[in-house]
């Protein structure tokens, strides 16, 4: 063993020792009455001691204190981590339980002291610790031979991802629902939960199980939460999908309506606001990593109401919006939109007919669009109201669950550009391989460092998570076997990466 290692076990033990000398050796001052030890003080002295200075994601870890208490003074310790949480029983205790943060990168533990005794503060001391791998948080897929309805709540689990082979720290549950996202900052989970009421709820929990409800207790389904990156205040917002009720100013009323517009709410479960209001079902947003637009998906089309969804972009600004894929396929279109760490990439579910010789296949794949391929000002903005587009006040004939004004449906708005058939409606290209239509995939999302793309494949019962490069060509990645994700046993039928601004997968 090494040498140096030892020298430190014997000073370790040495000052233990020392420390358990000192406890004991206090004696009085006769003049003052107060206590001081046999070495002439009552001096305190405390380190912190953590089994290890770096852990995984969503790991807990003991935290011990070790005190120079000679005069057996009555303490108060306090404990606080910038990032991951600490539990404490008792603030007599000279312990406590850290709970590292979802997401991986630096974090710092302090410690203080409070002298009852002598009624002071001791001065504060610190441990630095590294969380490493990236966040990646999934829902756990059913047993084979057993199914988990669109409203049915699953088993939710997160887990570290250090290297490309499935790798890191073991998965743990940490809720139960649907569509988990990791918030940027780590210390929370938001996910849809399902009472059984015929209702959903936006749901977020911290790392020590503390939840709260996002979109609040009322009779409307809420579901697909996405968050918003940090601003410049550091205050966390979401984004969602609900069909619940407006008035004019955007503001949450009794009620629900026939259709799914896009709300934004923040941490604390306040300042919630309606950002859409189109005829159609707006699902499934997303924010941009520069915080300017959000990308969702609509079955609104050409000012109607379709049976098909396309993806859609909303600057927030200004509230205008841009049609950016054009499927006009029944039952098909773009769905679950993830944008890259660098906002210059969108990855996407696509539903869809590939005609190929004598043959039609049905397909579920996973696409991908650079944005920066799109002639973006060539696409002709919609914006409700807007003049030379005529709006209908709001009146009974309104959809319910929409605020007005919306454009007239006979101004035929947004028109195809000349440019998108060019582009093959604007689709992109496929991020897989476009082969086997029984194999359908789900689900995508970047990772942290956006080299990799990761998504669900299903075929019958088998529902595995794998990854491939993030800027395939345009083939697809044709050639390529997919890498698993997930630790070796682990099935999932969900998953997202964590949004995190730094990958600390150190493998």
């Keep these: 063993m090494n040498k140096h290692l030892w020298q430190r076990r014997i000073l370790s033990m040495g000052g233990l020792a020392a420390l358990a000398l000192l406890t004991s050796s206090c004696t009085y001052d006769p003049i003052t ?3 001081v030890s046999a070495f002439g003080n ?3 002295f405390y380190t912190i001691q953590l089994a290890r200075q770096s852990v995984g994601v969503g790991e807990r870890v003991p935290i011990n204190v070790l005190v120079t208490n000679p005069c057996n003074h009555n303490l108060e310790f306090r404990f606080i981590a910038n990032r991951g949480q600490i539990l404490s029983q008792n603030t007599s205790f000279p312990t406590g339980e850290y709970v590292s943060p979802l997401t991986g990168g630096e974090d710092m533990i302090t410690v203080t002291v409070y002298d009852r005794t002598d009624g002071i503060n001791l001065p504060p001391q610190q441990r630095p610790l590294l969380v490493l791998g990236d966040g990646l948080t999934f829902v756990e897929a059913p047993a084979p031979g057993t199914t988990l309805g669109e409203f049915d709540n699953g088993v939710i689990k997160v887990t570290g991802v250090q290297g490309s082979g499935g790798t890191g720290t073991p998965s743990r549950q940490i809720a139960i629902g649907r569509q988990p996202t990791i918030s940027p900052d780590g210390r929370y989970i938001a996910y849809t939960y399902y009472p059984g009421d015929g209702t959903s709820q936006v749901r977020m929990q911290d790392t020590a199980g503390n939840v709260t409800i996002l979109s609040g207790n009322s009779v409307s389904f809420n579901r697909d939460p996405s968050w918003a990156p940090i601003g410049n205040d550091r205050t966390l917002n979401l984004v969602y999908s609900s069909d619940r009720l407006s008035d004019s100013s955007g503001t949450a009323v009794d ?10 709410v923040n941490v604390q479960g306040q300042n919630s606001r309606q950002l859409s209001s189109t005829p159609g079902n707006d699902r499934e947003p997303v924010w941009s990593p ?3 637009f959000i990308m969702y998906r609509s079955n609104f089309s050409q000012n109607k109401v379709n049976n098909f969804d396309n993806l859609w972009r909303m600057e927030l600004t200004t509230g205008r919006l841009l049609q950016m894929t054009y499927e006009t396929a ?6 679950e939109p993830a944008f890259s760490p660098t906002g210059d990439r969108i990855v996407y579910t696509r539903k869809y007919i590939s005609r190929q010789p004598q043959s039609l296949f049905d397909f579920q794949k996973v696409w991908l669009i650079n944005l920066n391929q799109i002639d973006i000002p060539s696409l002709i903005p919609f914006i409700p109201g807007a003049p030379g587009q005529p709006a209908i006040p709001a009146n009974p004939a309104l959809p319910p669950g929409s605020i007005g004004p919306v454009p007239d449906p006979n101004f035929a708005n947004p028109n195809m550009p000349s440019t998108v058939s060019g582009l093959n409606g604007n689709f992109g290209n496929i991020a897989t391989q476009e082969f086997d239509e029984g194999t359908t995939e789900s689900s995508p999302s970047f990772s942290v460092d956006g080299r990799w793309i990761t998504y669900v494949q299903k075929r019958g019962d088998e529902s595995i998570a794998l990854s491939v490069p993030g800027n395939p060509g345009a083939l697809g990645t044709i ?9 070796q046993g682990e099935r999932a039928m969900e998953m997202r990466w964590a949004r995190q601004t730094q990958s600390f997968n150190r493998f």
């Design 33 to 35: 009455g107060r206590p």
């Design 42 to 44: 009552c001096s305190l």
């Design 255 to 264: 009620g629900r309506g026939d259709v799914f517009n896009i709300w934004r």
């Design 290 to 292: 520069d915080g300017q």
């Design 330 to 335: 029944p039952q098909k279109g773009a769905f």
């Design 479 to 487: 050639g390529l076997q997919p890498l698993q994700v997930l630790p």
